[in-house]
T-cell receptor, first 115, second 113 residues
């Protein structure tokens, strides 16, 4: 069965420093991977996805993620953090050839950027 | 504007009093789904629908019902709410191909006392 893990409940970074939010997954075959962000009192917003192609995927708000098949990881990164990046981040995975509805979400990582 | 609309945003109710949370999308998406979000547990799928009149259980369906009579609407029904259903609920929709992620509603915070 597919699963996704976010090993860190919270990540703290100083503004201007690079940030990484970790995600590992387990699926059969090649995965479809997603990152979402949730700001306070809001729904989840799509950041980026990996379906196939280049391992480095660029998304919204300057975020990018690197797909690493050998390590089964899809870490979210940003070269220079902003205070406004503070939010809850979710990694999600779907097995190819399964129904679109079967997207599994990680438990979330709270990112806190200090000024 | 393309969006998923949930109502109400906030709801406080008493144990056993039937309630419905509505969800509507204007993107002609085939797939719709309900999730609940609880601290430390992330998002757990309650029910999903692949198209009109086609629904199936997710990971935590107990105590919930859904219907999909029209493509745009996917209401969540709690026939007899209990305090353990106090949670933040999200409706989401997607195109059928699955290559796209979900579009989420703004959420419904439900408290059952």
């Amino acid at each position: 069965a597919q699963s996704v893990a976010q090993p860190e409940d919270q990540v703290n970074v100083a503004e201007g420093n690079p940030l990484t939010v970790k995600c590992t997954y387990s699926v059969s075959g090649n995965p479809y991977l997603f990152w979402y962000v949730q700001y306070p009192n809001r729904g989840l917003q799509f950041l980026l996805k990996y379906i196939t192609g280049d391992n480095l995927v660029k998304g919204s708000y300057g975020f990018e993620a690197e797909f690493n098949k050998s390590q089964t990881s899809f870490h979210l990164k940003k070269p220079s953090a902003l205070v406004s990046d503070s939010a809850l981040y979710f990694c999600a995975v779907r097995e190819p050839h399964s129904s679109a509805s079967k997207i599994i979400f990680g438990s979330g990582t709270r990112l806190s950027i200090r000024p | 504007e393309a969006q998923v609309t949930q109502n109400p945003r906030y709801l406080i109710t008493v144990t056993g009093k039937k309630l419905t949370v509505t969800c509507s999308q204007n993107m002609n998406h085939e797939y719709m789904s309900w999730y609940r979000q609880d601290p430390g547990l992330g998002l757990r799928q309650i029910y999903y629908s692949m198209n009109v009149e086609v629904t199936d259980k997710g990971d935590v369906p107990e105590g919930y019902k859904v219907s999909r009579k029209e493509k745009r609407n996917f209401p969540l029904i709690l026939e007899s709410p209990s305090p353990n259903q106090t949670s933040l609920y999200f409706c989401a929709s997607s195109l059928s191909s699955g290559n796209y992620g979900y579009t989420f509603g703004s959420g419904t915070r439900l408290t059952v006392v």
